[in-house]
């Protein structure tokens, strides 16, 4: 993908928001976790989720935080405990 980058996406909404922004998250990106999303994307698709998830949250309730690198950034992740994810999507 060129102009690939490395998002993780953390959310804290309203539970009657969760579902809905559990969707427009995993059309872009990976579930991890409850509440966390990582993964590849494209600069473009990225400003698309973003515009989705302000259309979908009440910002007075709501935060998203995403954390955006360069896809050729190393770094490596540490795992404690069960996984809640199944790692046959994810290609690093």
Known sequence: M????FAILVYDVNESRVNKVNSVCSKYLIWRQNSVFTGKISL?????????LKTTINPAEDYILIFIFPSNVKFRTEEIGIKRYSDVNIVW
């Open 2 to 5: 060129v102009g690939s980058l």
């Open 44 to 52: 473009s698709k990225i400003s698309l989720l973003k515009e989705e």
